[in-house]
């Protein structure tokens, strides 16, 4: 958590977004 | 102390459970706009207007109705907290979009877009910052444009304003005419894509090199067809990969600029600008492209993503709408516009031109 809030904005930004990238595609895996 | 290691991860559960209910009306909100938008697509269809000329896709009309209701009625301050993640949920598409994709096809298709970003994005940068010149322009302001008008309207704006030392007013007026430029360019670019006839690959790379706003590109990629919308997603990945590299050229000719005007001139770290600018999700979007070649997603878990992929666009874009104010745009001027719509247009002429020779 601490190293989370030790980035950038933008970085923090990238880390969720390929996060939320990477559920979605689990999510469609079990949904399909 | 032990109560404080304790009320600590309790203090941030409590702000991030405030921050996702303050976020809820904004967010409802954007789903609202996204749902009408997807709604009133396909009835627009009926109609010969925009089945044959006017083609308006739900991203286009996501965008539009979200600027409509904003400049018009306005949006309340209650919907304020949901509307900042327009920007996660473009990329988070984008991420997705590496489903779409094999190894294969990326070379394929991002081999050429790359000679082409490239040569248009550094020759765009490097002619604004000569044509600012000679209209005498103050270097920072010529440094935004040409990184606004080279990579991105909005992120390479703001990551060349710190190392140029651009005022605000700099920085806004850039943003404007960019986004000013894209939203016309969400109408006119199906327009031409339809009269010159062009490929969905064709388009794509149009798109792709004319407008230079992430949302913006994508909107009118899926506006046109959705193998357009990837392609053109290809080109806005190398578009934004080059990011640290031209706002790195733009750093070190606006410093050579001022010295040889006798301005005092900051020391600029190299390694670390590129370092800091270098879009990382973009790592998360080849990752999923490896895990496709792999044959990790079967065709139905492709399809799926797809679905997916085209409401975090969706989503994104009505966000972008809903917080798009027509007023600040005002800040490029009548001169600022005509100059910039002037360069804008150019490179759209010569972008349709390159794709039409060199993509027949």
Redesign the interface.
């Known amino acids: ?1 601490s190293f989370f809030k030790s980035l ?1 904005k933008s ?1 923090r ?6 996060f ?3 559920a ?2 689990t ?3 079990f ?2 | 102390m032990s109560q404080n290691v304790i009320s600590q991860p309790l203090e941030a559960q409590q702000s991030f459970a405030r921050a996702v209910v303050e976020s809820l009306p904004g967010l409802l909100l954007v789903c609202a706009v996204a749902l009408v938008a997807s709604f009133v697509a396909p009835k627009l269809e009926a109609y010969p207007l925009f089945k044959t000329y006017l083609s308006l896709k739900d991203f286009i009309l996501a965008i539009i109705f979200g600027i409509i209701i904003r400049n018009t009625v306005g949006v309340p301050a209650v919907f304020q907290p949901g509307l900042r993640y327009s920007t996660i949920m473009t990329k988070t598409g984008i991420v997705i979009m590496g489903s779409s994709y094999s190894l294969a096809g990326l070379v394929s298709v991002g081999a050429q877009a790359l000679v082409f970003i490239a040569v248009f994005l550094f020759g765009t940068a490097l002619v604004m910052m000569w044509l600012c010149r000679k209209v005498g322009m103050s270097t920072p302001l010529a440094a935004c444009l040409a990184a606004g008008m080279s990579v991105c309207g909005v992120s390479a704006t703001i990551a060349i304003a710190p190392a140029v030392k651009a005022k605000n007013e700099d920085m806004a007026y850039s943003i404007a005419v960019v986004l000013m430029f894209g939203l016309l360019a969400l109408i006119a670019f199906p327009l031409i894509g339809k009269m010159f006839n062009l490929t969905p690959e064709q388009f794509g790379a149009f798109a792709g090199v004319g407008i230079v706003n992430s949302a913006q590109v994508l909107a009118a990629g899926f506006g046109f067809s959705q193998e357009a919308g990837i392609v053109a997603g290809i080109y806005n990945i190398g578009r934004v990969v080059f990011l640290p590299f031209v706002v790195l050229m733009l750093a070190i000719m606006a410093a050579a600029q001022e010295a040889e005007q006798g301005n005092e001139v900051a020391k600029i770290n190299k390694w670390q600008m590129i370092r800091d600018k270098f879009p990382l999700f973009v790592l998360g979007f080849l990752a999923i492209v490896c895990l496709n070649t792999a044959g990790v997603l079967s065709k139905p878990e492709v399809k799926m993503a797809k679905h997916f992929m085209e409401w975090a666009f969706l989503l994104g874009f009505a966000s972008i709408g809903l917080t798009t104010r027509l007023s600040d745009l005002r800040a490029a001027g009548l001169n600022g516009f005509l100059f910039g719509f002037g360069v804008a247009g150019l490179k759209a002429a010569l972008a349709l031109a390159a794709v039409l020779i060199f993509m027949s």
């Open positions: 958590m950038s970085r930004q990238d880390a969720i977004v390929v939320l990238g990477f979605v595609i999510l469609a895996k949904l399909a």
